[in-house]
């Protein structure tokens, strides 16, 4: 059966994630294992145990979420024929369609969330997502607000579901207008920086550097990108989109609608929670299912092979 993997992003993580997998399955053990040796702490011990607020911190999220998603991955009998991931989750579908290595991806994702966090320190920042309003009306509403400071879209999730991030002052102000305008919803986010805004281009530049450093090889199956909803496979392509990733939004919706419109009806989405589903299911009119634990992949390659479930 034709299928997308999607992979989570920042926020899925939660203690107890990718313990059940490791324990079963050696193949997901030797993700953790391969993780933790280019880290140089135990990937598995911070995704089984925690505590919370070590999980929590940004430059341990994005390797906890990356390895415990890559972990569930290994375990499937299946490949894809096309991958995406929202923000982070880009990196493990590079990884899922060769295109990076687990080892450089592992590494480059914590000094990503290190880089993230250095941006804004010391600065009042914060994320609100929007729910109700459409894209225009999340654009003009952060026009109307710069001149209190940064605000911006930075995340397209799904219909009526815009995340916007910046200078604390104006994002206050903008997600107030939106519910004077009709919003559902204007929920603060609990983040730690006001991730793919242009707010984070000091993280985009200290990143070229690692990027440079690293090689890329052609993607095998086409990933879409956060920053264009298009696929790439190129590895010039892909090092652009990544230093793009850091400080632009991410499509996540246009990405979605991208891949239906190659013909994917299935989405898997893989690693800790099912966010990622819901927003498909809003955007399009496919099949999910999630692999994060050994009872959830039985039932994702039961949808995926019918009888042929091992």
Not at 69 to 79: G, R
Not at 124 to 153: D, F, I, K, N, W
Not at 285 to 299: F, G, I, K, L, Q
């Amino acid at each position: 059966m034709r299928f997308a993997a999607i992979f989570p992003g920042q926020g899925a993580q939660y203690v107890g994630m990718g313990r059940e997998m490791a324990e079963r399955y050696p193949e997901a053990r030797a993700v953790f294992e391969r993780a933790t040796a280019a880290v140089g702490f135990d990937l598995l011990h911070l995704c089984a145990e925690g505590p919370p607020e070590t999980l929590r911190a940004t430059a341990n999220t994005q390797p906890a979420i990356l390895a415990s998603s890559l972990a569930c991955y290994a375990t499937l009998p299946v490949a894809p024929e096309m991958a995406a991931g929202l923000s982070l989750g880009e990196y493990t579908a590079l990884v899922c369609a060769g295109a990076l290595e687990l080892e450089d991806a592992v590494r480059l994702v914590r000094l990503r969330g290190i880089f993230m966090e250095d941006a804004t320190r010391g600065r009042e920042t914060m994320m609100v997502a929007v729910m109700g309003l459409s894209p225009e009306q999340v654009r003009a509403l952060c026009e109307a607000h710069r001149h209190l400071g940064v605000v911006e879209p930075a995340n397209f999730n799904g219909p009526g579901q815009i995340v916007i991030g910046g200078d604390a002052p104006a994002v206050r102000e903008a997600a107030a207008a939106a519910r004077r305008l009709g919003a559902r919803r204007a929920v603060e986010l609990a983040v730690s920086a006001p991730f793919h805004t242009t707010l984070m281009r000091p993280a985009a530049e200290r990143l070229a550097v690692e990027l440079e450093r690293i090689p890329i090889k052609p993607a095998r199956i086409p990933v879409v990108a956060n920053v264009s909803a298009r696929p790439v496979r190129d590895a010039g392509e892909i090092r652009r989109t990544l230093l793009a990733h850091v400080a632009s939004p991410v499509l996540w919706e246009q990405s979605v609608r991208a891949m239906y419109d190659a013909g994917i009806r299935h989405f898997v989405e893989i690693g800790p929670g099912t966010t990622l589903g819901g927003t498909i299911r809003k955007t399009v009119d496919a099949a999910t299912c999630h692999v994060e634990d050994p009872a959830s992949r039985e039932e994702a390659l039961g949808m995926l092979l019918g009888e042929q479930v091992r």
